[in-house]
């Protein structure tokens, strides 16, 4: 079994930053590709950014050069660094990762924490 723990959520002022971290722990052999995906009240849940082992990232278009996702493969960790907050980027934001444990592949949801981006 593996866990993510996602922290860093909050109310931020239009235009400003937040930086969102997920801790993955477990028996862990390897972290494959690790990511954010968000849900807006009434909405799917969207991608945001996947970062894979390896470095290769992928954004949803709409949020590219605004916001940067980032690991750190020694803390089983992963980062969504997010400027220029608008209104529309409230959210709950889930962290994500694909694992493999001694019993095969898996997919990993956190639980999700709480953007909200208001004056």
């Known amino acids: 079994q593996a866990q993510l723990v996602e922290s860093g959520g909050g109310l931020v002022q239009p235009g400003g930053s937040l930086r969102l971290s997920c801790a993955a722990s477990g028996i862990i052999a390897t972290i494959w590709s690790m990511g954010w995906y968000r849900q807006a009240p009434g909405n799917e849940r969207d991608l945001v950014a996947v970062i894979t082992r390896g470095g290769t990232t992928t954004y949803a278009d709409s949020l590219k050069g605004r916001f940067t996702v980032s690991r750190d493969n020694a803390k089983n960790t992963v980062y969504l660094q997010m400027n220029s907050l608008k209104p529309e980027d409230t959210a709950v934001y889930y962290c994500?990762?694909?694992?493999?444990?001694?019993?095969?592949?898996?997919?990993?949801w956190g639980q999700g924490t709480q953007v909200t981006v208001s004056s």
């Open positions: 994500n990762a694909e694992v493999r444990l001694a019993t095969g592949n898996y997919v990993y």
